[in-house]
């Protein structure tokens, strides 16, 4: 008999807490006050912007007025106009008029800087830095370009992380800005070379430096001025004078600033800002000595290719925390994480026009392994595709899983089989190894054999920063305090920053090398390095419905009919919501004695189950058919409600199988829960193909 307990419970429960949510959130919502959402401003002469507000009172009016009406203007709904060079100050106010009297606070002030229109600067990045707009390639034979859609000229790329930026000319009297945005949230190391002369008959005190934003947690900025360099210029002959500054991590609207004086021009005629990540650092060998592999470059030039011509591109990535943005989040947005960074660099360059026809999928889990990947993958990111209505399959998989799969349970079968399966389902696949500077676990040696097997597009993290790692002193050392959080395992904004151009820099080979065919045209013929067992796996939880699935021959949850709430959650959006829990259609056990039973079609079945640190959770007994496989235990001292996985059985051939989970002699008061099982069914997985 089939019982469906599970699916109900689920809807109820998730109905109690949507609005138990909703109600927390209006209430959270009436409490907080008007902010300004825009950052200060950097605007040329004759440029307007908008003041916005965020959590405006609707029964409020807001005032604007400025500090200096000459330098930047602003009317009554906050656009700010720039007259001429200068700064000004924005002031914004709430007014609220209650029983007849006038409430009025002060929402913030902006800070406006104004340059004039020949202060706009060019930048020149190094050649091996460079990120240029290529036309587009050659498309193969077989590649259909999408319907009256025509080609266009690519959007703006994304300016590199570092690089050599030359400045035109210019005089200063006074105060000089040059506009270095391009360095925020990464920090630097910069050298600056300017050549500058003046003639005012004695020698005049020059000094340059920086200032701008520094972000804190939350994204909060605060104003934040750096050291200065000091000279003296004498009159009548040109000199050139070198120095460094060291740019802050996080930092925003950064400006290196040159005073001297007024009543004196000083004339500059050539300045040259060259940035690094930290001093002796070489970002360029960086990204070389990251680079494993372009793979075969047809298949990346199919996915350019139909980008280019307008047709929807789905970029996807599967992998761990790092993948997830772990460490991205803490300071700025999860958007600063490699996946979404090499996504949006992705689109820019390669994209229709601005991009709008390439799409994200970012599957990325805190402590997954690839056992764990190749039972998620169809739930994560197939069925995110059918949701999201970008198509079948992503065109691209990033697969991240080199930290996390030491001691992974398969031995690399999965990982293996989440290449085939992609490769099956036409999707091109790319593997970054990511990296840990405290402990090296990563199993990068291990899987660049399944990347020349299979001949997919490899980059390093570990080969990228090894030359700069202090032996004597890994987590104190410069390129770990600039590419790490302070735990040493994740990287923090500009190490993935580097990931992504990583990335970048390994598709861009592939965009400009010689075609080269597909030599994988049926996965099929090439003998499986560690095995393509758990290839096409399928997820089993509470979600399924047992009578659409033939393999799923009968599903009866006993005890283990309620729902485990205690999870940590996706930190991007799934199936359209926000702070989706991991597992949401579990299986957890609280009390009684009826055993989980299932009876499934299938030759291989992997489970994922909850590791808690409370005590409350307690052990289960697997069994298949009928022989005690495992006692699981749900308790860990140092579990976080991670998953764990185990293989329950696996086998050459499809055959009938009784599947039971009950709990432990001593543990039927005890808490169990199941996240999910994955189970293979050759049979349903080709059908599925055609």
Aim: net charge negative.
């Amino acid at each position: 008999m089939r019982v469906k307990i599970g699916k109900i419970i689920s809807l109820v429960l998730a109905s109690s807490i949507i609005i138990g949510l909703g109600a927390a959130y209006d209430s959270a919502e009436a409490a907080k006050k008007a902010t300004l959402k825009t950052k200060p401003m950097r605007l040329t002469v004759g440029e307007s912007k908008k003041i916005l507000i965020k959590n405006k009172n609707k029964k409020a009016k807001y005032t604007f007025t400025s500090t200096s009406k000459k330098v930047a203007k602003v009317n009554k709904k906050g656009k700010v106009t720039a007259v001429k060079k200068g700064q000004a100050k924005i002031t914004v106010k709430e007014v609220i008029i209650k029983v007849g009297k006038k409430q009025t606070r002060k929402v913030g002030g902006l800070k406006v800087r104004v340059l004039a229109n020949n202060d706009k600067i060019s930048t020149q990045a190094p050649p091996q830095n460079q990120i240029q707009t290529q036309a587009p390639l050659q498309t193969p034979a077989a590649q259909t370009p999408a319907p009256d859609v025509p080609i266009v000229t690519q959007g703006p790329t994304m300016e590199p992380a570092y690089g050599v930026y030359s400045f035109d000319s210019f005089k200063f009297d006074g105060t000089y800005s040059i506009n270095m945005d391009n360095l925020i949230k990464y920090g630097a190391a910069c050298e600056v070379s300017v050549k500058l002369r003046q003639d005012s008959g004695s020698d005049k005190e020059v000094s340059v430096g920086y200032l701008g934003n520094k972000y804190g947690k939350g994204n909060k900025a605060e104003p934040f001025e750096g050291g200065t360099d000091k000279f003296m210029l004498s009159s009548g002959q040109e000199i050139e004078h070198t120095f460094k500054l060291n740019v802050d991590k996080y930092m925003g609207e950064c400006e290196i600033v040159f005073e001297s004086e007024s009543g004196t021009d000083i004339e500059v005629s050539s300045a040259k800002i060259s940035t690094q990540p930290f001093d002796g650092a070489d970002y360029g060998k960086m990204l070389n000595d990251s680079f494993i592999s372009a793979g075969n470059s047809e298949r990346m030039q199919k996915v350019i290719n139909k980008s280019r011509s307008g047709a929807d591109v789905t970029l996807a990535y599967l992998g761990g925390s790092i993948t997830e943005g772990c460490a991205a989040t803490d300071v700025l947005v999860n958007s600063d994480c490699y996946a979404e960074t090499s996504y949006n660099a992705f689109k820019m360059k390669y994209g229709y026009g601005d991009g709008s026809n390439v799409h994200f999928i970012n599957a990325g889990m805190s402590g997954t392994p690839s056992s764990l990947g190749v039972i998620r993958y169809q739930n994560d990111i197939l069925n995110e595709m059918e949701y999201m209505g970008y198509g079948k399959y992503p065109d691209i998989l990033f697969v991240e899983f080199v930290v996390n799969d030491s001691g992974e349970c398969t031995n690399g079968e999965a990982m293996e089989s989440i290449i085939r399966q992609a490769f099956e389902q036409g999707t091109a696949v790319f593997l970054v190894f990511a990296h840990t500077v405290n402990f090296d676990t990563g199993k990068q040696d291990y899987y660049i054999p399944l990347g020349e097997l299979y001949d997919l597009p490899m980059v390093s993290v570990k080969n990228s920063i090894s030359d700069y790692i202090d032996s004597a002193d890994t987590k104190g050392c410069d390129v770990s305090k600039w590419f790490f959080w302070h735990d040493t395992l994740h990287p923090d904004v500009p190490g993935h920053r580097l990931m992504a151009d990583m990335i970048m820099n390994a598709i861009d080979k592939a965009a400009e090398s010689e075609t080269i065919p597909d030599s994988v045209t049926d996965i099929n013929i090439i003998q499986p390095k560690y095995g393509s067992a758990f290839t096409g796996m399928r997820l089993l939880d509470s979600n399924v419905d047992p009578d659409k699935v033939d393999a799923i021959v009968s599903l009866d949850v006993g005890s283990f009919g309620d729902v485990d709430t205690n999870q940590n959650r996706f930190q991007y959006k799934k199936g359209g919501k926000d702070g989706v829990q991991w597992f949401p259609n579990c299986w957890m056990h609280q009390t009684g004695t009826d055993s989980l039973k299932a009876t499934v079609e299938c030759s291989n079945m992997m489970i994922a189950y909850k590791l808690a640190n409370d005590s409350n959770y307690g052990k289960a007994e697997l069994y298949v058919d009928g022989v005690l496989k495992e006692t699981m235990n749900g308790y860990k001292n140092d579990g976080w409600n991670n998953a764990t996985v185990s293989i329950v059985f696996k086998d050459d051939e499809i055959a009938t199988h009784d599947f039971e989970i009950r709990m432990a002699d001593g543990n039927e008061n005890k808490k169990f829960t199941i996240y999910a099982i994955g189970y293979t069914n050759a049979d349903d997985y080709k059908e599925s193909l055609k």
